[in-house]
């Protein structure tokens, strides 16, 4: 039945009760008149005044109870729907059939209202869930970026500090809490760095991010770093702010640029011997040697850069094969008394030349490892070479081999009277291709020799490496190998 004829029915039935309780009233009325006793009112003014009473205080009386009645059903029924109760709708059916005609319209508005109020109320719980989840996940993210080794910087539309992580805060030097909500120009001192970020915010363009090399001067961090900047932008395609991730790029740009050096040295190691060995060999085929001792010279030199390039070229070969896990170490019980004096009397040539007295200090005592013979060899003949070459002339060079860490190791030591090694570059004497600038000037070298020995002693024997050196005075190498090899 639709609402309007609910209305029309609920009108009629009004009436019809209006009707019939003004009819009850006025035959109950008439009844009571009549049987009222005396003469007086049964006749004229009197008895209709009467009747016109008792028919009025009865339809009143009567009325009012009918909607005490009505009104207190209609409550609870009322009630019924507020309760929330899933089932109040199934139990409104249930209520007596002579108040449904009255009520029907108003249960369907309350059961849409109800209705919507239930989509309200899910609605309303899935946006709850939602902020929870976005806040999770924006926590998680802020963590995330907060645990970058990257400098992170946000900044909102207007050019105001959102978020910095700890890499940033470190790297500018940034208060944490006080920085926040700052213009940006005013927390970095840094023109071209503030500049990118303004750029970006302009473009108004999330999906062109920018990459820009980028050298930061000043402080522990400087460097050279890989800026990278996207600009944030709201539903409406506005920039709502950029975000800008610094990478240290210094290391690999070091690195690059020491791979470039060792090309071009390694190139000039290998010129130099080549050259020297190809013009000898000219003038021996042209028979400018005229006399034997001169060709025994002619070939002593020949002999002594082919030497010096096969060792440049092993050292090469060496390093990349023990650090591509490739070499196979000879493990055998080797003395390494017998392995020094070998290596001094190689080298006695070398150091006589520079007037420099080269000994060792074992005595007679033997020191057993298990160990690659060839390899403890070239690493003792590279600290041994470089002690030479590193001394000025009339200097002295000892070697000592040692029992070390309660006999479970022995320690070869090479001390000389040399240049000795500024502090600051101890750290990265092992490094490939590291040499000390101003000792260029005194020897030829790759930077491979250090490094080389580092990987003979610790990776391929797993002993330790190490130098004390004071300049002017000279420098102490050593090196331990166990004397048992630990498989593991
Ligand atoms: P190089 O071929 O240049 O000698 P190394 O790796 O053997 O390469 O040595 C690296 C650098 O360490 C050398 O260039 C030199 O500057 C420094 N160095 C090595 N040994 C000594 C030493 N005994 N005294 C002083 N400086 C040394």
Not at 372 to 382: E, G, K, P, S, V
């Amino acid at each position: 039945m639709s609402h309007r004829n609910n209305r029309l029915l609920q009108y009629v039935l009004g009436v019809m009760a209006l009707v019939m309780l003004c009819v009850v009233a006025l035959v109950t009325a008439t009844l009571v008149v009549q049987l009222l006793p005396g003469q007086r009112f049964h006749n004229g003014l009197p008895r209709l005044l009467l009747q016109i009473t008792i028919a009025g205080t009865m339809a009143i009386g009567l009325g009012a109870v009918i909607c005490a009645l009505a009104e207190r059903s209609l409550r609870a029924y009322e009630r019924q729907f507020l309760s929330r109760n899933s089932d109040s709708e199934r139990r409104m059916r249930q209520e007596p059939a002579w108040l449904a005609p009255f009520v029907s319209g108003y249960a369907r508005s309350m059961a849409e209202s109800s209705k919507q109020v239930e989509e309200l109320r899910a609605e309303l719980l899935e946006h709850e869930v939602r902020e929870r989840i976005c806040r999770v996940e924006r926590d998680e993210l802020r963590e995330v970026i907060q645990a970058m080794r990257d400098a992170v910087i946000v900044t909102d539309a207007f050019n105001e500090l959102v978020l910095a992580n700890d890499s940033a805060v470190r790297l500018f030097g940034l208060d944490p809490e006080e920085s926040l909500n700052c213009p940006i120009e005013e927390l970095i001192d840094d023109t071209e760095l503030v500049r990118q970020i303004q750029a970006a915010r302009e473009s108004s363009n999330s999906a062109a991010r920018r990459r820009i090399e980028h050298e930061i001067e000043g402080g522990d961090k400087s460097g050279v770093y890989e800026m990278s900047l996207g600009c944030l932008c709201d539903s409406k395609r506005q920039a709502a702010g950029v975000i800008t991730i610094l990478h240290d790029v210094t290391r690999e740009r070091e690195i690059s640029q020491m791979k470039s050096n060792f090309v071009a040295q390694a190139s000039h190691e290998l010129r130099t011997p080549l050259s020297s060995i190809k013009a000898y060999v000219e003038l021996l085929h042209d028979g400018e040697a005229c006399d034997e001792q001169s060709r025994q010279e002619y070939c002593a030199v020949i002999q002594n850069e082919t030497d010096r390039l096969d060792c440049l070229i092993d050292n090469m070969l060496n390093i990349s094969k023990i650090e591509a896990g490739l070499i196979q170490a000879d493990w055998q019980e080797i003395d390494l008394s017998e392995i020094t004096r070998e290596v001094v009397s190689f080298l006695t040539n070398q150091a006589e030349r520079k007037h420099i007295t080269l000994s060792s200090k074992d005595g007679q005592l033997c020191y057993r490892a298990t160990a690659d013979r060839n390899l403890i060899r070239q690493a003792m003949t590279n600290l041994v070479s470089n002690a030479i070459k590193y001394t000025p002339e009339g200097g002295r060079v000892t070697v000592e081999v040692d029992l070390a860490d309660c006999n479970r190791s022995v320690m070869v030591a090479v001390n000389d009277t040399g240049l000795g090694i500024p502090p600051q570059a101890i750290p990265r004497l092992f490094e490939k291709f590291y040499r000390i600038e101003s000792y260029k000037r005194v020897a030829k070298g790759t930077g491979l020799g250090l490094n080389l020995v580092k990987q003979i002693v610790e990776v391929v024997h797993k002993g330790e490496v190490g130098v004390e050196s004071e300049v002017g005075m000279g420098s102490r190498f050593w090196f331990t190998v166990p004397t048992e090899r630990n498989e593991t």
